[in-house]
């Protein structure tokens, strides 16, 4: 009888222990922004989470419609990355939404009865800013100093008929 209810005891402050309580939330964000000699575009958040109950938890991502681990990289801090196409990145504010392990077996459910993910309440929001990234100048120096050229030419030359006119 008491080992049933030392177990049972147990397991609810395992259970109360997994689940972070109060959490509070400090990012930092970065991502490339000079897309003139790479082929994709790598985001980076790093987060600290702290729980007032000090609980560990592990975390998942949902970017764009995929879901991805989201990896301790130190005490209360967490990090997110992913990459993107340069045609398919886009400016602006990309939403990551976080899952713990009661939210996220509860986006599993939602998958294999194929219902909308985001119709599940995740565990937090992050927003994240993207200015985009930098793919060179408008017109190459190529072919400016090419215009630049011909242009000059151009007036060297007719200059130079009217004068023998």
């Not at 991502?31 to 003139?36: G, P, Q």
């Not at 899952?99 to 459910?109: G, I």
């Amino acid at each position: 009888m008491y080992s049933k209810l030392i177990i049972l005891s147990l397991f609810v402050t395992l259970t109360i222990a997994t689940t972070c309580t109060n959490p509070q939330i400090k990012q930092t964000f970065f991502s490339t922004e000079d897309a003139t000699i790479v082929s994709q575009i790598a985001y980076i958040t790093e987060f600290t989470l702290k729980c007032s109950n000090s609980a560990q938890i592990q975390l998942f991502a949902e970017v764009g419609g995929k879901l991805t681990p989201v990896v301790r990289v130190g005490d209360d801090k967490y990090q997110v990355s992913w990459n993107e196409e340069i045609k398919k990145s886009k400016s602006g504010t990309h939403t990551i939404r976080l899952f713990d392990e009661e939210s996220f077996a509860a986006v599993r459910k939602a998958q294999r009865s194929g219902e909308d993910i985001q119709s599940v309440k995740g565990f937090s929001t992050l927003n994240v800013s993207h200015p985009g990234a930098y793919n060179g100048p408008w017109i190459n120096s190529e072919l400016l100093a090419t215009g630049l050229v011909l242009f000059v030419g151009y007036i060297a030359f007719s200059q130079r008929s009217k004068i023998l006119s």
